[in-house]
């Protein structure tokens, strides 16, 4: 196998250091790229604001491809953001990049910053690259359950969550996302919803993380509620909003099921 040599955005989140820990153990050499990465082991580390252009440029130069994951920003910066990537991509001459959505994305802007950076750079990205493969999770990720704002309570033997008990789910864990992202770095052009092994309800969910665990419904306001404290005020409307407006249902013919099933990430956690 040829080792590349990967950029990898957002490499100190949840999502980014899964894709820097599939990439490292594939064998391909990661530089992870932050505002302020720190020490990441086994990587090189590049500080780069996602506006600043010649920062970005430095970045991408002499790379194989780009993992892009933009930040949960819900104001103009975003699209300011959006912008200088696409700008940095074209004149580094990037020839390959795997952008995670992280969300399901319209086709057209809708008048929301977070969601409209997402809709310019998927538009724009095949203009500036020359293979573009875009991914993002079915629906769900299950590190969404182990967040500092969730974990406490399922710990305390409740789930609280805002979608209805009877919806089922895929949840998929963020390393079969990033598992994604690793074979679209070597495959052709692709689309893919990433999803877990299984569709799960409520109930179901609050089973695979304990016998005692119980599932609650909750209103996307109480959802921003309990984010405030954590992602701020103008992110905590952000996501709940999203609650409020689900994304309409998948074409199946791009799903594809990953195989952590949801008793197996939460076995893995500390829920304390």
Not at 73 to 85: G, P, R, S
Request: hydrophobic share 50%; glycine share 6%; proline share 7%.
């Amino acid at each position: 196998m040829t080792s590349l040599k990967i950029v990898v955005h957002g490499a100190t989140g949840a999502q980014g250091s899964a894709v820097v820990r599939d990439l490292l153990d594939a064998g391909h050499t990661v530089r992870a790229v932050a505002r302020k990465p720190g020490d990441l082991a086994g990587v090189e580390a590049v500080a780069a604001d996602l506006a600043d252009v010649d920062a970005l440029v430095a970045a991408y130069t002499g790379v194989d491809g780009v993992v892009l994951q933009l930040p949960l920003l819900f104001d103009e910066t975003a699209l300011t953001q959006a912008k200088a990537v696409l700008v940095a991509l074209e004149k580094a001459k990037v020839p390959r990049v795997v952008f995670n959505r992280s969300a399901a994305v319209p086709d057209v802007a809708i008048g929301v910053p977070y969601v409209d950076a997402r809709v310019l750079v998927s538009a724009q990205l095949p203009d500036v690259v020359g293979t573009v493969s875009m991914v993002a999770p079915a629906m769900t990720y299950m590190e969404n359950l182990g967040a500092p704002w969730s974990a406490p309570l399922v710990a305390a033997g409740e789930v609280v969550y805002p979608l209805p008990t009877e919806l089922a789910v895929p949840w998929v864990a963020a390393s079969d996302v990033a598992a994604a992202i690793t074979d679209l770095l070597t495959a052709d052009a692709s689309v893919q919803a990433v999803a877990g092994p299984e569709d799960l309800t409520g109930e179901q969910v609050a089973a695979a993380l304990g016998s005692s665990v119980r599932w609650r419904t909750i209103a996307p306001a109480e959802y921003r509620e309990m984010l405030r404290p954590f992602i701020g005020a103008e992110a905590a409307a952000g996501v709940a909003a999203s609650y409020e407006n689900p994304a309409p249902p998948l074409d199946q013919a791009i799903v594809r099921r990953g195989t952590t099933t949801l008793k197996e990430w939460a076995d893995r956690q500390d829920w304390h």
